[in-house]
């Protein structure tokens, strides 16, 4: 593989990050290892005792679970549509965020549905999902749609990564063997002449193209499963686009923290630049806008029509001695607070940008929670007689064990991954003092 100065510049710089794991990377590792064994450990008590050890009863048989898979199968569907659309523009500031984007999108997918198996009573039934599915329930939709997206997940991250293995493969890396023989294998006789080049660019391009209506097809049958429920808070025409937009929205904010992160471990600064981070702020803020207005226009027509249900779920909402607390900081750190940072000229920085949009991710999560809970606490028939703990949901400690060990699982694939491969991509670089100009090789590849 031959490269240019600027990306032979960038396989050097790079090249300890994937060469050496590191005495940090090896903490991060062992940490996020543990809390996955105890994740593995509530798992075993879910499964010996029942949901019984759980917050979930007959009327909130939901909870942190769904929570989580709304969530990080969010950010998969928002991983794809940034790194489709960057592509396809051919963005130059871009380039070195498609492949963060590609490996949150794929990570993402592996994890969320995993939660959704933590909601199922009987494991040994699972199977019946593929075998005996029904066509009218959009949960059959989710369980196709979740498959489909997943394969093209990993196609698309693979395409983008033959190249990059195709040159760890002629680097002569001071790697293992084991390593080097992947590097091989995964590069799939890739030489870089003219014709694998063509392929190559236009199967990505095809992909990109079919992943950008698939993200937003999926995401709006996962909102379906609510939106075509007679239930107060969710039964909602504004669901499909909401579900959409949120997605995107934390799925950006996602991208800019995995950004500082990799920049401060792997001193990544000259790629991962001040104008990468504004440029990722001002989407930011644009997204927080519309995701507001959708926000405001969905408690708005509820509290308006004044139905008893939609009131119920309303007053809980709002209510201080309820979720009210819980809906301001929702609001106001997940949506004002991300707007006001970027919007401000001070703290257009990176490390505020970022700093908000950490908050902003843990807001949304938040704001997943009171799509769920609030409306499961507000039954269809009066409940009497019944204890408090089948009334409001508590979430127990294995739920919250099963769902940091559901991060730590995101992390650990995101802590792997960064030793395997470039964080930033070799391939494809262009130099910025080059003013637009490219070699020939570069005009072949396009």
Known sequence: MELNSYQQEALNYQRPNIEKFGKRNWFFTIFFGLWILAGLYALYLQIAKGHGVTGMRDNVVWGLFIVNFIFFIGLSYAGAIIAGVLH??????????????????????????????????????????????????????????????????????YLALIKDFAVYRDAKLNVPKWRQKLYAFFANGYQG??????????????????????????????????????????????????????????GCGVLIVAMWVYRRMYKLEKYF???????????????AAGYGYFTFSEYFTSWFGSEKWDNEVIHKLFS?????????????????????????????????????????????????????????????????????????????????????????????????????????????????????QQSETDKTEE
């Open 273 to 287: 630049t001040d104008k990468h981070f504004i440029n990722l702020g001002y989407i930011m803020m644009l997204l």
């Open 88 to 157: 396809l523009l051919k963005v130059p500031w871009g380039k070195p965020i498609v492949r963060l984007a590609q490996m949150m999108t794929v990570i993402s997918i592996i994890v969320g549905p995993v939660f959704i198996l933590l909601c199922v009573g009987r494991f040994d039934r699972l199977w019946h999902l593929f075998f005996y599915p029904r066509i009218q329930s959009p949960m059959t939709w989710d369980v196709m749609a979740v498959v489909t997206f997943l394969v093209g997940a990993v196609l698309l991250l």
């Open 320 to 436: 201080l001695k309820e979720y009210g607390w819980w809906t301001l900081f929702a609001n106001v750190a997940g949506i004002v607070l991300p707007i006001l940072i970027v919007a401000i000229p001070a703290t257009r920085k990176p490390k505020w940008i970022t700093l908000s949009a950490f908050i902003m991710v843990f807001a949304l999560w938040v704001k997943r929670y009171l799509i769920i809970v609030p409306t499961l606490e507000s039954p269809a028939l009066p409940m009497q007689d019944t204890r408090m703990e089948y009334v409001k949901y508590s979430a127990t400690w294995p739920e919250w064990v099963l769902t940091f060990a559901g991060i730590a699982t995101f992390l650990l694939f995101f802590t792997l991954i960064s030793k395997f491969v470039t964080v930033v991509p070799i391939t494809g670089l262009e130099d910025p003092k080059a003013k637009g």
């Open 193 to 250: 002449t003219a014709s694998q080049k063509k392929h190559i660019i236009v199967s990505q391009n095809l992909l990109s193209i079919i992943m950008i209506p698939l993200s937003i097809v999926v995401a709006s049958i996962l909102s379906w499963i609510f939106g075509m429920t007679l239930r107060p808070g969710w039964h909602s025409t504004i669901f499909g686009p909401y579900f959409v937009l949120g997605a995107l929205f934390s």
